[in-house]
Structures are given as structure tokens and as C-alpha cells.
């Protein structure tokens, strides 16, 4: 069973924290926002896949889904100051129920004895700190799992093959096991009964609907048919 999420969606701020981020356009659009196009990618793919879509919609400046609790990431500068009982709140309306609901969607189908294929779509800026993005494609997982490292090293070079003039590497620009959703999921959900991948596209491949769309196609022409033995 495949599942597909967006983590970082969407850019919008509940109109209850307007002002936490007043003047702060720019900064919302920017990639530190959201990740522009993932959604895009995901709803596609999840339709070429006849998979399910789970995606947040709010900003990851006012709380982080793909950070777990406690980590420093879950809350931005315009947000780590607030009260307790206002992060409380904030976590409760905007932060568990995505990752309650990736939770309970991978639970629903491993209780059934089904293997889960998770597939977090994200976009990364083209330029990070003035230093220039070599990798167009990132496929991150933990290499220590047998089966996300059996799809990834068995999806590479079939991308490699139907899109050459795509870079596509494995554990870039960030790590698989850099904590996030899927990293959270693994301590719930043991190799090989849960894999879970993301896929980090580059901003400037995927900037407009129809590249967004020819990027989805071309992941779901080449998704390895079957999982590991
Ligand atoms: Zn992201």
C-alpha cells in the first residue's frame, strides 16, 4: 500500500496568529514557508498511484510537522516565545492532526499485515546560503532499512534511465535519518512492515503546474513495482 503526504503544503496563517506574522509576506512565500509545489507533486502522484494524499495547509513558521515533539524545529522564531498553553494550543489544532492521521492511515493497513510504501513529498530551494544545489532529485531514507533502501536502489536507476538530464541522489540535501515524520514513523513501525521515503524535488524543476505534474508522472512511471522479497 502506497501512502503520500505534503508536510510543508501549504503557506497559510490561521487569521487567530495574523499577527505573529504581519510584514512577514516575503518571509511566508519564501521557501522557509513551505515548500512551493509539493503539492503539486503529491496530489498527482497520489493519483497516478491511486493512493491516498494526506497535507497541512498552515505555514511551518507557525509549528513544524516534520520536526517530532520536543525537537527545537517544532516551533519558528516568530513562534518558539509564546506561552506554553499557546504552543499547546497550536500543536493541538495545526500539529498532531497530520501526523495523527499519517499515524493512523500506516497503523490501519500494518494491522492488516499490508506493507506501507510512504512517500513524503518536499521541494528544496535552488540556492541555500548562497551555495548552489547540485542534486535536482533526493530520495531519502535510512540506510539501515533493508526495505527503503531495497526501493530507493531499485527506483534510482530506472529515474536515471527515463530522465538522464535529472541528478538524482540518494540522502540529498538532507539525510533520511535527519529527524522528521518518516524518522518518527520507523520508531512506531518496524523494517520491512513500514518504508518510508522522501522525495526532495529542487524548486526551479518544479516552479510551474506542469512540470509539477511532469515530475509526478515520470516518479509514478518509475515507482519499483514490487517491494523487496
Ligand atoms: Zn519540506
Given at each position: 500500500?502506497?501512502?503520500?503526504?505534503?508536510?510543508?503544503?501549504?503557506?497559510?496563517?490561521?487569521?487567530?496568529?495574523?499577527?505573529?506574522?504581519?510584514?512577514?509576506?516575503?518571509?511566508?512565500?519564501?521557501?522557509?514557508?513551505?515548500?512551493?509545489?509539493?503539492?503539486?507533486?503529491?496530489?498527482?502522484?497520489?493519483?497516478?498511484?491511486?493512493?491516498?494524499?494526506?497535507?497541512?495547509?498552515?505555514?511551518?513558521?507557525?509549528?513544524?510537522?516534520?520536526?517530532?515533539?520536543?525537537?527545537?524545529?517544532?516551533?519558528?522564531?516568530?513562534?518558539?516565545?509564546?506561552?506554553?498553553?499557546?504552543?499547546?494550543?497550536?500543536?493541538?489544532?495545526?500539529?498532531?492532526?497530520?501526523?495523527?492521521?499519517?499515524?493512523?492511515?500506516?497503523?490501519?493497513?500494518?494491522?492488516?499485515?499490508?506493507?506501507?510504501?510512504?512517500?513524503?513529498?518536499?521541494?528544496?530551494?535552488?540556492?541555500?546560503?548562497?551555495?548552489?544545489?547540485?542534486?535536482?532529485?533526493?530520495l531519502?531514507?535510512?540506510?539501515?532499512?533493508?526495505?527503503?533502501?531495497?526501493?530507493c536502489?531499485?527506483?534510482?536507476?530506472?529515474?536515471?534511465?527515463?530522465?538522464?538530464?535529472?541528478?538524482?541522489r540518494f540522502n540529498e540535501?538532507?539525510?533520511?535519518?535527519?529527524?522528521?515524520?518518516?524518522?518518527?514513523?520507523?520508531?512506531?513501525?518496524?523494517?520491512?512492515?513500514?518504508?518510508?521515503?522522501?522525495?526532495?524535488?529542487?524548486?526551479?524543476?518544479?516552479?510551474?503546474?506542469?512540470?509539477?505534474?511532469?515530475?509526478?508522472?515520470?516518479?509514478?512511471?518509475?515507482?519499483?513495482?514490487?517491494?523487496?522479497?
Amino acid at each position: 500500500m502506497v501512502l503520500v503526504t505534503c508536510e510543508h503544503a501549504g503557506n497559510a496563517v490561521p487569521p487567530e496568529y495574523a499577527g505573529l506574522f504581519a510584514g512577514a509576506e516575503g518571509l511566508l512565500a519564501s521557501h522557509r514557508g513551505w515548500d512551493p509545489g509539493s503539492l503539486g507533486i503529491g496530489r498527482r502522484l497520489a493519483d497516478r498511484l491511486g493512493a491516498p494524499l494526506l497535507a497541512t495547509s498552515v505555514t511551518r513558521l507557525l509549528v513544524e510537522p516534520n520536526r517530532s515533539p520536543g525537537q527545537p524545529g517544532v516551533f519558528s522564531e516568530r513562534t518558539r516565545g509564546l506561552p506554553d498553553p499557546e504552543k499547546a494550543r497550536i500543536l493541538e489544532a495545526h500539529y498532531h492532526p497530520h501526523r495523527r492521521a499519517v499515524v493512523d492511515r500506516v497503523r490501519a493497513w500494518t494491522d492488516r499485515g499490508e506493507r506501507v510504501l510512504h512517500l513524503g513529498i518536499h521541494t528544496f530551494t535552488d540556492v541555500l546560503d548562497g551555495v548552489v544545489r547540485t542534486v535536482d532529485l533526493g530520495l531519502l531514507f535510512d540506510p539501515e532499512r533493508p526495505a527503503e533502501r531495497w526501493f530507493c536502489e531499485a527506483w534510482k536507476p530506472r529515474l536515471d534511465a527515463a530522465a538522464p538530464e535529472h541528478r538524482v541522489r540518494f540522502n540529498e540535501p538532507y539525510l533520511g535519518t535527519d529527524d522528521g515524520l518518516t524518522t518518527w514513523l520507523r520508531t512506531l513501525f518496524p523494517d520491512p512492515s513500514y518504508a518510508g521515503i522522501e522525495i526532495e524535488a529542487r524548486q526551479g524543476l518544479v516552479g510551474s503546474e506542469p512540470e509539477q505534474r511532469r515530475l509526478a508522472d515520470l516518479l509514478a512511471a518509475t515507482i519499483p513495482p514490487h517491494g523487496p522479497a
